[in-house]
């Protein structure tokens, strides 16, 4: 059964339509993920019933549901009748004849399909260690220690909300800015308006402009030109000139947020995501380092310097573009 397995991936290779391929058995996603867990209701009445035969193998009410669960979920939504589950079931049976008209053909003992099998062994047997050294899951306690560890990784530092406009000249900038001061503005809202209008409709660097001068957040600690007014503006209210490459700058500053550290339940998805891909890596590196110092491993270094590695083709409408002709740069023209 392992064997038909394997030849079904082959034999998917070769067929044609999306909906066709996702009617193979699905692997794991990723290395070290675990395989599907049985389904709750597997010993229920009606799961070994015979929803079809293809050459006198069963498939069962059962498998078939499994298939169904293993597409995206997108996919699902389109199997809701029961005319497109026909359907479905249909291209599932048509991949099972392609696969066993593989396997009659031998394909099953192509180096292939054997290393395909190989590959699905690894990821099985990963799965497997991780589940029996708890490695799938991160509780509570472990997640706290954690954080409790890396807690400047979560530091968040102070930040600015900026907008900025760009002038030609000091001059320039300095009278903007004094365009904008000269206005009292009673709340920072409308402040904003009136220096992004100046910014849009003023500022000499035209990608600032074409954003009305919004620059977006800036964090403290940043190596930004102009660092000291971004930090030193009051907010509501507009820096100095300062300048950098683009020209002269003046800066307004319309949010502010202090540094701070977030609390353990702001972060929990990305901890546990990252406590959990870590555990994964030392438990793999711990199994494989254990197994390469089980086994008797011979490398033969001759043979392995006489290895070549062909080298990289482009794409064949690539290499028939017609070639450039190579300019002398000592003609002048």
């Known amino acids: 059964m392992m064997m038909k397995n394997a030849t079904i991936q082959l034999a998917g290779m070769v067929l044609s339509g999306a909906l066709l391929v996702a009617c193979a058995p699905q692997k794991p996603s990723a290395e070290g993920d675990a395989p599907r867990p049985e389904r709750a209701d ?11 035969r293809v050459n006198g193998e069963a498939i069962t009410r059962a498998e078939f549901e499994r298939r169904i669960e293993s597409l995206a979920p997108h996919a699902r939504a389109r199997l809701q009748s ?13 991949f099972e004849v392609m696969a066993d008209a593989a396997e009659e053909a031998g394909l099953g003992q192509s180096p292939q399909v054997r290393h395909a099998m190989r590959e699905v062994m690894v990821r099985l047997m990963l799965a497997e260690h991780l589940r029996e050294e708890g490695g799938a899951a991160v509780g509570d306690e472990e997640l706290q220690a954690y954080y409790d560890a890396h807690r400047a990784d979560f ?37 904003l308006h009136a220096f992004a209008e100046l910014a849009g409709q003023y500022s000499f660097d035209r990608k600032t402009g074409d954003r009305s001068g919004a620059r977006g957040w800036v964090e403290a600690g940043q190596p930004v030109a102009g660092a000291d007014a971004l930090f030193e503006t009051p907010v509501g209210q507009a820096s100095p000139p300062y300048e950098d490459e683009r020209g002269w ?49 011979e490398i033969d270094e001759e043979v392995l310097a006489d290895v070549q590695a062909p080298e990289p083709r482009l794409p ?3 290499r028939d573009l017609p070639r450039l002709p190579v300019r002398d740069q000592g003609s002048g023209d």
């Open 42 to 52: 597997e010993g229920a009445p009606g799961q070994d019933q015979v929803v079809a």
């Open 249 to 297: 700058v003046v800066v307004f500053v319309a949010e502010e947020e202090p540094a701070r550290q977030p609390m353990l339940s702001e972060v929990e998805r990305e901890l546990r995501t990252r406590l959990l891909e870590e555990k994964k890596r030392r438990l793999r590196t711990e199994l494989v380092e254990r197994l390469m110092a089980e086994a008797t491993i």
């Open 316 to 318: 064949a409408r690539l």
């Open 155 to 191: 530091a968040r530092p102070a930040r600015r909300m900026v907008y900025e406009l760009v002038a030609e000249t000091r001059e320039e900038a300095e009278r903007l800015r004094r365009r904008f001061v000269e206005e009292a503005y009673p709340t920072t809202e409308k402040a």
């Open 82 to 94: 029961p005319e497109q589950r026909e359907d479905f079931l249909k291209s599932v049976v048509q």
